[in-house]
C-alpha cells in the first residue's frame, strides 16, 4: 500500500481529533469546580448556632513519629477549647523509637501496637477505636477527631470544629495548610493543592449545601457514625477517600470548619512523594472498584451533587489523563512507522500540555493570591512555586499509568519538620 498525502492528513487528523475530544471531555466533566471558584466570592458563611460541650475524643496514629509528636501535642494542650472535654489518644503502631513515651509524657492516653501483619493508617485506627471502646465505653465520647503525628494545629482548632458539628453535621473536615510551603517546589505542591482544595472545593460545597470530602487528615465524625459502621472499618490505601464516599452513600452531608486551620508536613524528594502519590492513585482505583457502581447508580437519586462530585474526583481525571498519554504515544510511533509527518500531532500534545499548564497556573495563582497571608513562607518563594505547582501536578500522569500495573503497599512517610504553631507563623 503507497501511502499518500491525504492518507499522512488522515491518519494524523484521526489522532489530533481524539486528543481534542478527550480534553473538551475533561472540560465537560471537570467545569463545575470551575463555577466552584467562583463560589466563595458571592456567597457568605451561614452563622454557627449555639455550641454544645460536646466530648471528644482525639485519635492519633504515630508510628515512629518522635521527632514531631511532641508539637502536635503541645498545641493540642493549647486548644481554647475546654481541656475537660477531650481526650487525646495515640496508638504507637510498631514503633521502635521514643513515641510512646514522649506522648505520655505529654498527656496523651497510649496504646501501643504491635502486629506487622496488617500494616497501614486505617488498621493502626481500628486498633485504637478497639482500646476506647472496650476502656471506655462507645458512648462515651460524642465525637472523634482524627489527626497525623505531625500535625500542628491552631490554638482555636477543635473549638472551630465543635461549633460545625454542633451545627449539626455528623462528620466534617477542616482548613488544611502546610508548615513546610516553603522548602521546595514539592512541599509547595502539596500545599497549594490542599489549599485549593479547603477553599475552593470544600468550602464552595459548604456555601452551596452539598457534601464535602474527607482529605487525609484533621476531619471529625460523630459516635453515632462509627457505631454505624461496626468500629473503623476502612483499610483500602486511600481510607480518607473510602470513608468519605461511603458516608456519602449512606446519605450523611460532610461538612467544613474553614477556620479550623490544622498544619501538615509535605513530602520535599521527589521519591517520597512517588511513593505516596502512588499510594493514592491506586487507593482511588480501589476506591473505585469497591464503591464505583454505587456511586454511578446514585448520581440518579437525590444525591445526585455529592455523588456525581465524588465520582469525577475519583476516575475521570485519572482515565482521561492515561488515555490522553496513550494516545500521544500511539500517534507519534505509528507516525513513525508509517513514514508521516509527524508536525500536526506534535503541536496537538504542544497544546494540550500548555492548556494544561495554563488551567493549573490559573488555579494555583488564584489560591496562591487569596490565600497569601495564610501562605507562611518568603514572597518570592510564593511567586517562584505558583509556576512550578503545574508541573508538579503533570508528574501525577506517569504515576496514575504505573498505578494500574503496579502492585502498591502502604509504607510510612518520614516526617522530620520539628516546628511550633509560632515559627510557622514567624516565616
Known amino acids: 500500500m503507497i501511502l499518500t498525502q491525504s ?18 471531555a475533561f472540560v465537560i466533566c471537570y467545569f463545575y469546580q470551575f463555577f466552584y471558584i467562583a463560589v466563595p466570592f458571592f456567597l457568605k ?21 518522635e521527632a514531631v509528636v511532641k508539637n502536635l501535642l503541645d498545641s493540642l494542650n493549647a486548644q481554647t477549647y475546654a481541656r ?41 485506627l481500628e486498633f485504637l477505636y478497639g482500646k476506647i471502646a472496650s ?8 465525637a472523634y477527631l482524627i489527626l497525623d503525628a505531625d500535625n500542628v494545629l491552631d490554638t482555636r482548632y477543635i473549638e472551630e470544629m465543635n461549633k460545625t458539628f454542633s451545627d449539626g453535621y455528623e462528620v466534617l473536615t477542616s482548613y488544611r495548610n502546610s508548615k513546610n510551603f516553603g522548602d521546595n517546589w514539592i512541599s509547595a505542591g502539596y ?47 486511600t481510607e480518607d477517600i473510602e470513608f468519605t464516599v461511603y458516608n456519602i452513600l449512606d446519605g450523611k452531608k460532610i461538612g467544613y470548619a474553614r477556620d479550623a486551620e490544622l498544619f501538615d508536613e509535605q513530602p520535599t524528594t521527589f521519591p517520597q512523594s512517588w511513593r505516596q502519590r502512588l499510594r493514592w492513585a491506586r487507593g482511588y482505583l480501589q476506591v473505585w472498584c469497591k464503591y464505583g457502581g454505587s456511586l454511578l447508580r446514585n448520581i440518579f437519586s437525590k444525591k445526585f451533587t455529592s455523588c456525581y462530585d465524588m465520582t469525577m474526583t475519583i476516575v475521570p481525571a485519572f482515565v482521561i489523563s492515561v488515555l490522553t498519554i496513550l494516545n500521544c504515544i500511539v500517534g507519534m510511533a505509528t507516525g513513525l512507522i508509517l513514514g508521516w509527518d509527524l508536525s500536526n500531532i ?9 492548556g494544561i499548564y495554563c488551567t493549573l497556573l490559573f488555579i494555583g495563582a488564584l489560591t496562591t493570591i487569596t490565600q497569601w497571608e495564610k501562605i ?6 510564593k511567586i517562584l512555586y505558583t509556576f512550578t505547582f503545574p508541573l508538579f501536578m503533570l508528574t501525577y500522569i506517569p504515576i496514575a499509568i504505573t498505578a494500574l500495573f503496579k502492585k502498591v503497599r502502604w509504607e510510612p512517610i518520614l516526617h522530620n519538620r520539628v516546628k511550633t504553631l509560632e515559627e510557622i507563623r514567624s516565616l
Not at 513515651?101 to 486505617?122: C, H, L, P, Q
Not at 476502656?135 to 460524642?142: L, Q, R, V, Y
Not at 506534535?346 to 500548555?354: F, I, Q, Y
Request: charged residues 20%; proline residues 3%.
Open 135 to 142: 476502656n471506655f465505653g462507645e458512648n462515651h465520647f460524642d
Open 7 to 24: 492518507d499522512d492528513f488522515t491518519g494524523d487528523c484521526i489522532f489530533c481529533a481524539l486528543n481534542a475530544f478527550l480534553c473538551a
Open 376 to 381: 507562611h513562607a518568603p514572597a518570592h518563594k
Open 45 to 65: 458563611d451561614k452563622p454557627h448556632k449555639p455550641p454544645q460541650p460536646n466530648k471528644i475524643a482525639v485519635l492519633i496514629s504515630a508510628r515512629n513519629e
Open 346 to 354: 506534535a503541536l496537538s500534545m504542544l497544546g494540550t500540555l500548555c
Open 84 to 124: 475537660e472535654n477531650f481526650t487525646v489518644f495515640v496508638v504507637a503502631d510498631n514503633c521502635t523509637d521514643k513515641t510512646a513515651a514522649i506522648a505520655a509524657a505529654n498527656g496523651a492516653v497510649v496504646y501501643e501496637r504491635t502486629d506487622n501483619s496488617r500494616v497501614g493508617k486505617g488498621y493502626a
Open 191 to 237: 500545599a497549594l493543592w490542599f489549599l485549593r482544595e479547603s477553599e475552593y472545593l470544600n468550602h464552595s460545597r459548604m456555601l452551596l449545601n452539598t457534601s464535602c470530602a474527607v482529605s487525609g487528615t484533621g476531619f471529625m465524625f460523630s459516635a453515632a457514625t462509627i457505631r454505624k459502621a461496626g468500629g473503623w472499618k476502612f483499610f483500602l490505601l
